[in-house]
């Protein structure tokens, strides 16, 4: 299967990542079914959608016929098997192993013979969701960045059956979406979460060490290393239950102490200050 060849995808999950999925292939004129088990969670999606159409259409990034068009290329549904004329199909729910691999032993029944099937996975083992299929040559990782709609990059990650027509498809979809394809090995945490979370964990440590205020800790990253926006900052954006899941797959996955989740961390995800979405995390938000 070429590239060309894909009109019709299926993205499984409507949440940040799943409706921002969405957002950008309707926006670039390819029928999307947007799944998730819950009406209210796809009504939701679809309001953020909306929002962030019109954030582009003040800015006259696009027109409102470009919005409309793209508004009416996502259908919501909460059955899965809307997915079986799809020639891919995007998992991207919240980061649970189990319940992903459930999901590709589904779509691997459901789905056409060639289809592609993806995760949008910032940390899991490809080859474990291949390994659920009898299509491993045509499942990879299709990481991409949030906010969605904005950010460039994608992360294609090779399962260890990948073939080199699979990665080269979807990284021609890739760039039909405007994104910048990079390729990477299944090893955990990929390229970006394997650099970028130890530094977010490094700047708990110092935070509950004592070595500086949040503000000073992300001060520093601003302006000494350029950064957009400091550690702490970028941890409450991505939510800190996010970070933590992904810290303990990297902590597991090589056993390395240097992934080992800060306790400060831990503790306030247990407490349940996870950023931006809770109204509270290492800042607090109205």
Do not use: W
């Not at 999950?13 to 029928?31: A, E, P």
């Not at 068009?69 to 980061?95: H, K, R, W």
């Not at 659920?132 to 992360?155: C, Q, S, Y």
């Amino acid at each position: 299967m070429k590239a060309d060849d894909i009109n019709h995808i299926t993205v499984i999950g409507s949440g940040t990542m799943g409706n921002g999925i969405c957002h950008v292939f309707s926006l670039h004129g390819y029928k999307v079914n947007m799944v998730d088990v819950d009406q209210g969670a796809l009504d939701r999606a679809l309001v953020t959608i909306r929002k962030n159409m019109e954030r582009q259409l003040k800015k006259e990034t696009i027109t409102e016929e470009q919005m409309n068009a793209a508004l009416a290329n996502i259908t919501p549904g909460i059955d899965i098997s809307v997915a079986e004329d799809s020639q891919l199909v995007i998992e991207a729910i919240y980061e649970n192993l189990e319940v992903k691999m459930e999901i590709f032993q589904k779509l691997d029944k459901i789905c056409l013979p060639d289809a592609i099937l993806a995760s949008n996975t910032s940390s899991l083992p490809i080859t474990k969701l291949a390994g659920m299929t009898h299509r491993a040559d045509r499942v990879i990782g299709m990481h991409f960045m949030n906010p969605v709609p904005m950010m460039k990059l994608v992360e294609l990650i090779r399962g260890i059956a990948t073939t080199d027509e699979t990665s080269n498809t979807i990284t021609e979809l890739a760039v039909k979406l405007g994104k910048i394809p990079v390729e990477v090995n299944d090893y955990p945490g990929f390229i970006a979460n394997r650099i970028l979370m130890p530094m977010i964990n490094e700047a708990v440590f110092a935070l509950m060490e004592g070595v500086a205020k949040e503000e000073a800790i992300d001060t520093v990253m601003k302006l000494g290393m350029a950064h957009p926006m400091g550690p702490l900052t970028l941890a409450d954006f991505i939510g800190l239950d996010v970070c933590l899941a992904i810290l303990e797959v990297l902590y597991e996955g090589y056993g390395d102490p240097k992934y080992r989740p800060c306790p400060l961390l831990r503790k306030m995800v247990q407490a349940g200050y996870l950023g931006r979405k809770t109204g509270r995390g290492f800042y607090k938000y109205d």
